[in-house]
C-alpha cells in the first residue's frame, strides 16, 4: 500500500464546510490586508497560549527576521543557531545583518546542546535562537542557565512546534520572542505561506508591528526601515478555523508516535526518536535514524511510501556559509545525523493501516 508522507487533502476534507465559508466571507469584504480576520486570529492565538502579543506576519521565515530586528540584533552582532535545523534559522541572521555561529547539536533530540554553547559565546554574541527542532523542545533550564549567564536574550525558532511545551510552557515564550511557521505541512499549516511571532514584551511587539508594515508609525511616517511581511486575512481565516483542532491533531500525532515506539523498538539498528524530559512533543516529524539509512529509503521508495531525509547537509557546512569564520570546522554529531536520519509518516490523518504498512516495510528491509 502506498503511504504517502503527508497528504493535506485528508484534512481539507473534513474542515471543507466551514473553511469554504471562512475564505467567503473574506472575499466579500475583501479586506484582504489586514483584515479583521488577522486580529481575530491573533487574539486567539495569544489567548490560548497565555502570551500577551502575537502579531502575523508573511511566513516563518519572516518571523524570524522581524523578531531578530525587534529584539535589537543587527550588524556586528552574533546569534548562536544549531548547525542542524532548515535553512531559515540562520538565513534569517544574515538578513538582519549579523553572523550565525553554528552549534552542535545533542544525540539524543537533535537540539542544539546547552552545553556547548558556552564556548560559542564572545563579546559580539547578543541571542540564543533554539530551533525545537521536529517538534520537541530542549531542556530549556539548562538553556535558559546559559542565556542568563551570560546576558543573552533567547529568541526560540518554534517554527515546528506551534502547541508544544517544557515545563507545561508553551514554546514560544521563554524568550524575548517566539517564532511561527504557518508552511502548509507545519502542525497548524496555512494554504500557503504565513507566519506568527509571540511576545509578553510590549517595545518587541511594537517594533514587529511596524517592521511589518514599512517600519511605518504612523502610517506614511518611517522611523526605522522595515518590511512588507503581513499574514494575509485569507490564511488567518483558515488559521483560526484549523487552530480549534490543533490539540486534536497533536494528540493524534502522539499516538502515531506511541505505535512506531513500540513496534519499532529493536527492529535492526534503527534509533527511534527520544524524549526529552519535561517536554511535550508534537512530533512535527517523526525521525528515525540508521547506518543504512540510504538502503532503507530506497527500499521505502520501492514501496511508494513516503519519507524524506530532514536534513541532509547541517547548516555550518552550506557553500553559502563557507566565507564565516569558522567555516570548515567539524560538527560531528550534526554531521552523523545528516547522513542516518530519515523522516516517516506521522500526519494526523495517518490511517491504522497505513501506519502497519510503514512499520511492515521498514521491519523487512532489515529482515
Ligand atoms: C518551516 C521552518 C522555518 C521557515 O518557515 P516558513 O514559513 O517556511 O518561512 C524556519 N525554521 C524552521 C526550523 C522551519 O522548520
Known sequence: MPVPLLDLTRQYQSLKIEIDAAVARVLAHSKFIMGPEVAAFEKEVSEKLGVAHAMGVASGSDALILALRAVGVGPGDEVIVPTFSFFATAGSVTHVGATPVFCDISKDDYNIDAALIEQKVTKKTKVIMPVHLFGQMPDMDKLRAVAD??????????????????????????????????????????????????????????????????????????????????????????????????????????????????????????????????????????????????GLTAHLKGLGIGMEVYYPLPLHAQQCFAGLPGAGTHLPVAEKAAVSVVSIPIFPDLTQAEQAAVIDGIKAFFK
Open 149 to 294: 549567564a551570560h546576558h543573552l536574550a533567547i529568541v526560540e525558532d518554534a517554527a515546528q512546534a506551534i502547541g508544544a511545551s517544557y515545563k507545561g510552557m508553551t514554546a514560544g515564550r521563554w524568550g524575548k520572542a517566539g517564532c511561527f511557521s504557518f508552511f502548509p505541512s507545519k502542525n497548524l499549516g496555512a494554504a500557503g505561506d504565513g507566519g506568527m511571532i509571540i511576545s509578553d514584551d510590549p517595545g518587541v511587539a511594537d517594533n514587529v508591528r511596524m517592521l511589518r508594515a514599512h517600519g511605518a508609525k504612523p502610517k506614511y511616517y518611517h522611523g526605522i526601515i522595515g518590511y512588507n511581511s503581513r499574514l494575509d486575512t485569507i490564511q488567518a481565516a483558515i488559521l483560526s478555523v484549523k487552530l480549534k483542532h490543533l490539540d486534536t491533531w497533536n494528540e493524534q500525532r502522539r499516538a502515531h508516535a506511541d505505535v512506531y515506539d513500540k513496534e519499532l523498538a529493536g527492529v535492526g539498528d534503527l534509533i527511534l526518536p527520544k524524549r526529552t524530559a519535561n517536554a511535550y512533543h508534537i512530533y512535527n516529524q517523526y525521525t528515525i535514524a540508521t547506518d543504512r539509512r540510504d
